[in-house]
């Protein structure tokens, strides 16, 4: 069976520490999009990793982990991020690299940092790590796949002067920057088909004969809905699909095979990176916050940047359970909002003095006020609790309170930060 693990809002939902729970019981874990631009957390026996390419599955003997074809393959980045584990007592993991996935250069990073420069004040906040340039030269047909690596020299050297030509231009008139030195460039093509020689393969026919055998496969998404450039906070989004829909594009599968699509969902509001935020809340209340969640405080994994903080927003999180076509929710990070008498909860949007619950395009969300409803804290630490019937009552509340919000069955609660930490709800579909 084929499970999507996918965000419902800005990401850092905790996606991670689910991809990494349920890969326990799954043969093989699949990115399906994204690069090396946001990070997955993970804590398990092995300590606490910060993964940003390869899946969160990796820990596990029995697991083979791919990268797909929808992925901006940064491939000095896998192979040190695959040394990284083993240097940590990790067992080398199986991976499988898609031979059509398509290769970060870097010149995309370097063209990424020149134009947020460029950009100054009006800036995307991007991670400058190269995303938005790659995903543009993937679709002006201008990138080079895996496979071209293993042209012959001159098949390779022509596409890499018709693409020097064309960066130059912009290189060395708009940025006022060095031209890309052909040569270079060949050179270090060559160095990543060696790195990658390994593990290359067509993923998408291994992943389709394994559906043909029965086996238990996971998607794992990157960032959430409001970070999808068609249904997120245009233009303050990332660069590729983060819907569970387009895993069945970034892992060459049928889509029809998506049985189960988990969406993650966290008990307040966090964000990195610029864009429209309702519910957001700033000073000692955010500081407060922020410096209690997560699994060591509400910082970036990628970047280290403080993360923005906010109060759950019902109205993003109902509408991003509903993109992504959720079955399930996994509520993370609950424990973190023991220390409130009292928990705000954004219900709605008020825009133009009328109050919406539909979540709306950028340029009316950029006047929504957030309509609030509070609910009544429980005091008390809830971690180390396995059933959910232990839980405080006001806790129990406001879990089922979120639930009839966002209108989809809360089948997992998070209540700490370890693999193990989760409270499985039976019977609520």
């Known amino acids: ?21 349920l890969g326990e019981k799954s043969d093989i874990i699949v990115r399906f999009q994204g690069g090396s631009n946001a990070g997955h957390t993970i804590i398990n026996n ?25 992925v901006a393959l940064n491939i000095p980045y896998l192979i040190q991020e695959i040394n990284s584990l083993v240097e940590r007592g990790v067992p080398k993991p199986k991976i499988l690299v898609s031979n059509r996935a398509q290769i970060l250069m870097p010149y995309h990073i370097k063209f990424d940092e020149y134009e947020e420069e460029r950009l100054g004040k009006k800036s995307f906040g991007s991670t400058k790590s ?28 022509e596409k890499i002067h018709r693409v020097a030509e064309q ?40 992943l389709q004969n394994a559906i043909r055998e029965g086996k238990n496969i996971l998607l794992e998404g990157q960032l959430g809905t409001l970070k999808d450039p068609d249904f997120g906070i245009y233009p303050m989004v990332t660069s590729s ?8 594009i970034g892992a060459g599968i049928p889509p029809y095979e998506i049985k189960k699509i988990v969406t993650v969902v966290k008990a307040y509001s966090s964000a990195v990176g610029a864009g429209e935020f309702v519910s957001e809340i700033f000073g000692d209340e955010a500081d407060e916050l ?47 909002l023991g220390y409130l008498d009292e928990i705000p909860v954004c219900v709605g949007y008020e825009i133009d003095g009328k109050v919406t619950k539909e979540f709306p395009t950028t340029i009316e969300l950029a006047k929504a006020k957030p309509v609030y409803e ?30 009839k919000e966002i209108g989809v069955p809360i089948t997992m609660v998070s209540n700490g930060p370890d693999r193990h930490d989760i409270i499985y709800r039976e019977g609520v579909k």
């Not at 599955?57 to 990268?67: A, M, R």
């Not at 190269?130 to 201008?142: C, E, H, L, N, R």
């Not at 609910?375 to 129990?396: A, F, M, S, V």
């Open 241 to 248: 699909s983060t819907l569970a829909a387009y895993g069945a």
């Open 46 to 70: 092995y300590g606490k990793f910060a993964l940003h390419l390869l899946p969160s599955g990796v820990f596990y003997d029995h697991t083979t982990s791919i990268i797909g074809n929808g």
């Open 374 to 403: 509070v609910l009544p804290g429980w005091k008390q630490d809830i971690r180390g609790i396995k059933t959910y019937e232990e839980l405080p009552e006001n806790c129990r509340k406001y879990i089922e309170f979120i639930e």
């Open 167 to 206: 960066k130059n231009v912009i290189l060395v008139h708009l940025y006022k920057k060095d031209p890309i030195n052909e040569e270079e460039l060949f050179q270090t093509l060559m160095e990543y088909r060696d790195m990658v020689e390994p593990y290359a393969c067509d993923t998408a026919a291994f």
């Open 130 to 157: 190269g995303i938005a340039p790659f995903y543009s030269d993937k679709y002006a047909k201008i990138g080079f796949q895996v496979s071209e690596l293993f042209a012959d020299e001159e098949t390779l050297r």
């Open 290 to 336: 922020r410096r209690r969640g997560g699994d060591g405080g509400e910082f970036g994994a990628t970047t280290g940047r403080p993360r923005r903080m906010g109060w759950f927003d019902a109205v993003a999180s109902r509408y991003g359970c509903k993109m992504q076509g959720a079955t399930d929710v996994a509520f993370t990070v609950l424990d973190v």
């Open 1 to 21: 069976m084929v499970t999507a693990i996918v965000g419902a809002n800005w990401g850092d939902e905790g996606k991670g520490k689910i991809t990494d729970m």
